[in-house]
């Protein structure tokens, strides 16, 4: 699997978009980028994943180089409740159940 | 849907005990999975499974034991806890008739091994 890396930690202002990076440079082509957040102690939760092209579903967007090997999550306007860890994983499609997670970032939106 | 519960939500045990973790999901999902979360760490899997019958390890499977007799159920076993094995169990299921892989997690295990 393409290892990932991520800031541990960000800070951003209620209301205003939050870009978390991500960089997977040794990623392969059949590889998806997966984002996925853990507010306090609760179980991960999905947010969004794309191969190629930029995606947007209601919770993020998420942008991913042309040459596939960095990608930036953004919530387009942060609230407090969006206070969590975000994992950023990569891993191929199909039969996926070894999702390995990271580190993350630590997301901390500030009132 | 009640999506992926877990029992119990809290556990303490002590020094060789054995219990089990029990991961039940109703939305018809073959993929489920149990991942341990260590503090300040990220997610490690634990075993997994693609169907009913068909388990198979995760990175660190050593004290554990699993099956999957069910769609539905995928308990987790500890034959003779460690402290070692002190952390949050999560369990979590996904489709496996798409192309990408959402897993849906449940609320989480929080064991003590004393």
């Known amino acids: 699997d393409a290892k990932t890396t991520q800031p541990p930690s960000m800070d951003c202002a209620e209301g205003r978009a939050a870009n978390l990076p991500c960089n997977h440079s040794t990623i392969s082509g059949n590889e998806y980028v997966y984002w996925y957040r853990q507010i306090h102690s609760q179980g991960p939760q999905y947010i969004i994943h794309g191969l190629k092209n930029n995606e947007t579903n209601e919770m993020a967007s998420l942008i991913i180089t042309e040459d596939r090997k960095s990608s930036t999550l953004i919530l387009p306007h942060a609230t407090l409740r969006d206070t969590a860890v975000y994992y950023c994983?990569?891993?191929?499609?199909?039969?996926?159940?070894?999702?390995?997670f990271g580190q993350g970032t630590r997301l901390t939106i500030n009132p | 849907n009640a999506g992926v519960t877990q029992t119990p939500k809290f556990q303490v045990l002590k020094t060789g005990q054995s219990m089990t973790l029990q991961c039940a999901q109703d939305?018809?999902?073959?993929?489920m999975s149990w991942y341990r979360q260590d503090p300040g760490m990220g997610l490690r899997l634990i075993h997994y499974s693609v169907g009913a019958g068909i388990t198979d390890q995760g990175e660190v499977p050593n004290g554990y034991n699993v099956s999957r007799s069910t769609t539905e159920d995928f308990p987790l076993r500890l034959l003779s806890a460690a402290p070692s094995q002190t952390s949050v169990y999560f369990c979590a299921s996904s489709s496996g008739t798409v192309s990408y892989n959402e897993q849906f997690f449940g609320p989480g295990t929080r064991l003590t091994v004393l």
């Open positions: 939305m018809n999902h073959e993929y």
């Open positions: 994983i990569v891993r191929a499609g199909q039969g996926a159940q070894k999702l390995v």
